[in-house]
């Protein structure tokens, strides 16, 4: 892990510069970050970083209750997991026919669908909210997983076609010539072949829905149905400058599964995510 | 059998076929691109539509809008807290854009020089604060600038620095700097990604030449990474125009109105104040901003995939 460091070389003295330099990125960059890891576990927590006089799980065990925790997880849990399947169902679907169908327009499709992943979603939410007071989707959950679904499926689509165009259109040919019909070879043999895209899409669109925040803000309304993020803020609103330290237990509750998910599934994240420089919405 | 399968093996295709395989050719489409039009198409006619009435959030206005023609237009450009907005948009945007960038370039640069151990421990912190959800690193940051015993002025105090109110005093450069801190990672997952394409024996062969470390990055591996920078830039730039949470939580686009960005103007405007019309013509002017960095973002990627065939 360390290597012996002589200074006469170049090379060596190049090296040891970038590790200072990362070391203090890292020091500045985990600042921030480090008080709610320490308040979490101290009753007394105040704004400083300090070590807890007493390390404790008492704010883990205040707020996991049904009303503060337990629904706003299950309501998170649902957006983006509901989210999540119908962006890999759609995106398959559509991915598939850009991918394998010679089709007029597909390239024309393919630009559309690029330039609607850029756009930038906080801006069409106040046409979105009267656009739903109008249908009765105000304040439900599948109004969110719809237009959240909507509004990720341009880039998972893209994704999901780049993922479909890497496997080669010959294994599927040996499978009709076998007698299968186009839809068995989709299934026996697309799908096992494209199964590392649906994961990547799968877990960067649950992610994304995990720490959204605007959207459900937005369009929901009722307490019963707020998500992990409108609720650390509505419960920051209430209590912000007193419960301290139930307020980053919170915190790192719902940030836990974020953090987790990504550097379980880091190496094909990045193989996949950030290919040709195009991207993942952060 | 599939109606394409059909008609692959029917010699000749009349018409009525050839529409049949086309329907099953496109179908799978079909429930994307229903669900995208309606959920930006429909919302952004509505947007220009509703920015040109007087709906309000509640009462006979958002029950019965009416026809007001441009007048909410009217108001927002003379309105000088809108160009206020607009001036402090484009200051976020640019100084994050310019922040995110430099940084994640600087930190990927370093990370491929570095020894094994800190390359992965700034590049797993670095991406923590991106992977952590925006209301909390709004919260982390509220708490870390907020007073003089938070977090900051603890570090301030040990180096000897005088303490600092920054969400009070400089909010602006507050959530900048909040900003740029949660999208270093994606700047620096990139650029990582466009370092390992730069050919060793170009740098060897440089390096061999004499040029300095400095020229290398300047002379070489920049113009190299040229595209991807272009398409970064353009990217990050979409990214943050529509940045909300962050503000919101840290600032609320205050004190007073000194950190309001577009965003937190036509939210504040629809739903604190009512005037959905009002907020929709902000939209619809948020939105013009968008459309036009997005058509450059398709147009380089256009090139991009030119090149890349």
């Given at each position: 892990m360390f290597e012996a460091v002589d200074l006469s070389k170049p090379a060596h003295r190049a090296r040891l510069a970038a590790d200072v330099a990362l070391t203090l990125v890292a020091m500045t960059f985990v600042a921030p970050m480090i008080w709610m890891v320490l308040a979490a576990f101290d009753e007394r927590a105040a704004l400083s970083i300090a070590l807890p006089a007493q390390?404790?799980?008492?704010?883990?065990?205040?707020?996991?209750?049904?009303?503060?925790?337990?629904?706003?997880?299950?309501?998170?849990?649902?957006?983006?997991?509901?989210?999540?399947?119908?962006?890999?169902?759609?995106?398959?679907?559509?991915?598939?026919?850009?991918?394998?169908?010679?089709?007029?327009?597909g390239t024309h499709y393919i630009y559309i669908i690029v330039f609607a992943s850029a756009l930038p979603v906080t801006a069409i939410m106040v046409?979105?909210?009267?656009?739903?007071?109008?249908?009765?989707?105000?304040?439900?959950?599948?109004?969110?997983?719809?237009f959240r679904a909507a509004s990720e499926l341009p880039f998972a689509i893209w994704l999901m076609k780049g993922f479909m165009d890497a496997i080669p259109i010959d294994l599927e040919e040996a499978a009709w010539v076998e007698g299968a019909s186009r839809r068995q070879g989709v299934v026996h043999v697309v799908l096992p072949l494209v199964a590392p895209g649906v994961a990547t899409v799968f877990i960067l669109s649950f992610i994304e829905n995990w720490g959204n925040f605007f959207v459900p803000f937005v369009l929901l309304q009722s307490r019963d149905n707020y998500p992990m993020s409108v609720s650390l803020f509505a419960f920051f609103g209430e209590y912000g400058e007193a419960l301290y330290g139930q307020l980053a237990a919170f915190a790192l509750i719902y940030t836990l599964p974020s953090v987790l998910i990504y550097f379980v599934a880091q190496r094909s994240l990045q193989k996949g995510g950030l290919r040709l420089g195009g991207a993942v919405k952060a | 059998m599939s109606a394409e399968a059909v008609a692959a093996t029917t010699p000749v295709r009349p018409w009525s076929r050839r529409l049949l395989g086309?329907?099953?050719?496109?179908?799978?489409?079909?429930?994307?691109?229903?669900?995208?039009?309606?959920?930006?198409?429909?919302?952004?006619?509505?947007?220009?539509?509703?920015?040109?009435?007087?709906?309000?959030?509640?009462?006979?206005?958002?029950?019965?809008?009416?026809?007001?023609?441009?007048?909410?237009?009217?108001?927002?450009?003379?309105?000088?807290?809108?160009?206020?907005?607009?001036?402090r948009t484009?200051?976020?945007?640019?100084?994050?854009?310019?922040g995110q960038n430099i940084f994640g370039f600087v930190i990927a640069y370093a990370r491929n020089t570095a020894s094994a151990f800190f390359r992965d421990l700034a590049g797993t912190i670095v991406v923590i604060a991106w992977v952590v959800p925006e209301v909390v690193a709004g919260f982390l940051w509220y708490t870390f600038l907020r007073g003089d015993d938070a977090g900051m002025?603890?570090?301030?105090?040990?180096?000897?620095?005088?303490a600092q109110e920054w969400l009070l005093t400089d909010p602006l450069a507050a959530v900048i700097v909040i900003n740029v801190w949660r999208g270093c990672a994606f700047s620096m997952l990139v650029y990582s990604a466009a370092l390992q394409d730069v050919p060793h024996e170009i740098i060897e062969a440089a390096t061999i030449d004499g040029a300095t470390p400095l020229q290398r990055v300047f002379r070489?591996?920049?113009?190299?990474?040229?595209?991807?920078?272009?398409?970064?830039?353009v990217l990050t730039t979409l990214n943050t125009l529509g940045v909300f949470g962050i503000i919101w939580i840290t600032t609320a686009g205050g004190p007073g109105t000194r950190s309001e960005t577009l965003p937190i103007l036509?939210?504040?405007?629809?739903?604190?104040?009512?005037?959905?019309?009002?907020?929709s013509a902000i939209a619809v002017l948020l939105l013009i901003f968008g459309i036009i960095a997005s058509l450059f973002y398709v147009y380089l990627f256009r090139v991009g995939e030119q090149r890349s065939v």
């Open positions: 390390w404790s799980l008492g704010n883990f065990g205040s707020i996991l209750t049904e009303d503060i925790t337990i629904r706003p997880f299950m309501n998170s849990l649902a957006i983006s997991f509901g989210t999540s399947v119908l962006v890999v169902v759609l995106a398959l679907l559509s991915g598939y026919a850009l991918s394998r169908y010679n089709l007029k327009y046409p979105v909210y009267i656009m739903f007071v109008h249908i009765g989707m105000v304040d439900s959950l599948m109004g969110v997983i719809l | 086309t329907i099953a050719r496109v179908s799978p489409l079909a429930p994307a691109t229903v669900m995208i039009l309606g959920f930006f198409l429909v919302p952004i006619m509505w947007a220009i539509y509703a920015s040109l009435t007087n709906q309000g959030l509640s009462g006979v206005n958002a029950r019965n809008p009416r026809f007001i023609g441009i007048e909410n237009y009217y108001y927002l450009f003379t309105d000088p807290r809108t160009w206020e907005a607009v001036g484009a200051a976020f945007v640019l100084l994050s854009v310019v002025n603890q570090i301030f105090g040990l180096v000897g620095l005088p070489i591996i920049l113009p190299i990474i040229r595209p991807i920078i272009a398409i970064n830039v036509m939210y504040t405007q629809a739903y604190d104040f009512g005037l959905i019309g009002y907020g």
